[in-house]
């Protein structure tokens, strides 16, 4: 079964920057990463889970959440079947344990995150404390 294994995080200071790496394994027969849709989420003390960013498998397009675009970068490496999230000028705000997950979802040139829903495949979550 898909496994998602998730490293990176840690505490920075406001204005640096993170990358988060999800390494995907127990891909089913046949199939490799571009088959998956792989979003990055958030949890916060006290708050729901959101959903941060998603990257396409079927064209590697990719959205963001209005709070992250332009600061936050999505990218896979199929070869390596590790999905990164590039974080930038991060803020106090950005902190929080974060996760990857993936869908089958096969939309293209995505805009908008696919629904909660869908994703059944879950990293362990990764702490980021960004704090002065």
């Known amino acids: 079964h898909l496994q998602l294994v998730q490293s990176g995080g840690g505490l920075v200071e406001p204005g640096e920057s993170l990358t988060l790496s999800c390494v995907v394994s127990g891909l089913d027969s046949g199939k490799t990463l571009d088959y998956y849709a792989i979003g990055w989420f958030r949890q916060a003390p006290g708050k729901e889970r959101e959903g941060v960013s998603e990257i396409s498998g079927a064209d590697g397009s990719a959205a963001y959440k209005t709070a992250v675009s332009g600061r936050f970068i999505t990218s896979r490496d199929s070869v390596k079947k590790t999905v990164y999230l590039q974080m930038n000028n991060l803020k106090p705000e950005d902190s929080g344990v974060y996760y990857c997950?993936?869908?089958?979802?096969?939309?293209?040139?995505?805009?908008?995150?696919?629904?909660?829903?869908?994703?059944?495949?879950w990293g362990q979550g990764t702490q980021v404390t960004v704090s002065s």
């Open positions: 997950a993936a869908n089958e979802n096969p939309a293209v040139d995505i805009v908008t995150m696919s629904p909660l829903h869908l994703y059944y495949a």
